[in-house]
């Protein structure tokens, strides 16, 4: 039975200050970085070891990662950072307040924005500040390619082309993985293992810095599901919706 530890990053800052954040490379908040230690403390204490670790390019995942593999002892493994793991594009919401988003365009079409597979947020332009496609991190990005805003299709496309072209493939020669990404990285990750259709995901809000197992067949196949915490074994549907 093949195993993968699924972690939202801790806690950020703009979680704090329910500001939309997408690409944007925030920090950990105080709590987001206890929530990552507590993590690593209890996949420890279950016995988890892990052979190497997938992550994005933003610092709130990167930071939980490191701070979960200091907590484990295993700071050595290899780590491979793709921008393909990153939080969804949120386009020209990037760092509005959700709740003032809604005053001004009505809850309906903000939770449309966050929540819809198909809607896109708006798009963000070119010359805007926020429109970071020179920076050295994206180089690797063919012209284009940089999103504008994605809506939950588009996140889970580039998801699942990294998933299927080097998570998958280590899976299955053996590797015992931990993947530290983002709520709709995440998300798009759980729809396409459980086959969750249409807008079926909508509802599910994966909470920050708790790990979160599949148990999976040699096709990579889901067998069961479950978050870790200090007790042990969660079942899914047992934490509270996230709204940050
Ligand atoms: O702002 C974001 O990037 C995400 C995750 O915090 O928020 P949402 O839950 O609205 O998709």
Redesign the pocket.
């Known amino acids: 039975m093949i195993k993968v530890v699924l972690i939202r990053h801790g806690q950020s800052v703009?979680?704090v200050e329910n500001?939309?954040?997408?690409w944007t490379d925030v920090d950990l908040s105080a709590d987001g970085l206890e929530e990552a230690r507590r993590a690593g403390a209890v996949l420890k204490k279950r016995g988890y070891v892990f052979d190497a670790a997938y992550t994005s390019v933003l610092k709130r995942a990167i930071g939980t990662l490191w701070i979960v593999l200091r907590e484990m002892d295993l700071m050595w493994i290899p780590e491979h950072k793709s921008w393909m793991l990153n939080?969804?594009h949120?386009g020209a919401l990037q760092g509005l307040n959700?709740a003032e988003t809604a005053v001004r365009y009505g809850e309906e079409q903000v939770r449309l924005w966050?929540r819809s597979v198909h809607i896109r947020p708006p798009a963000l332009d070119r010359t805007d500040d926020r429109y970071e496609a020179s920076d050295p991190r994206y180089r690797t990005l063919q012209p284009g390619e940089y999103p504008l805003a994605e809506n939950l299709e588009d996140t889970e496309r580039r998801v699942l082309t990294y998933w299927q072209g080097e998570i998958a493939q280590a899976l299955s020669s053996g590797k015992r993985i931990i993947v530290a990404a983002?709520?709709?990285t995440l998300r798009a990750l759980v729809k396409h293992l459980d086959q969750i259709p249409g807008d079926g995901i909508a509802d599910l809000?994966i909470p920050t810095g708790v790990p979160l197992v599949y148990e999976l067949d040699d096709q990579l196949v889901p067998i069961r599901h479950y978050y870790l915490g200090e007790d042990g074994e969660i079942p899914d549907g047992t934490f509270p919706a996230h709204t940050?």
Request: aromatic share 18%; proline share 0%; charged share 30%.
């Open positions: 703009w979680n500001r939309f954040t997408g939080e969804r949120y959700k966050r983002h709520g709709n809000n940050g």
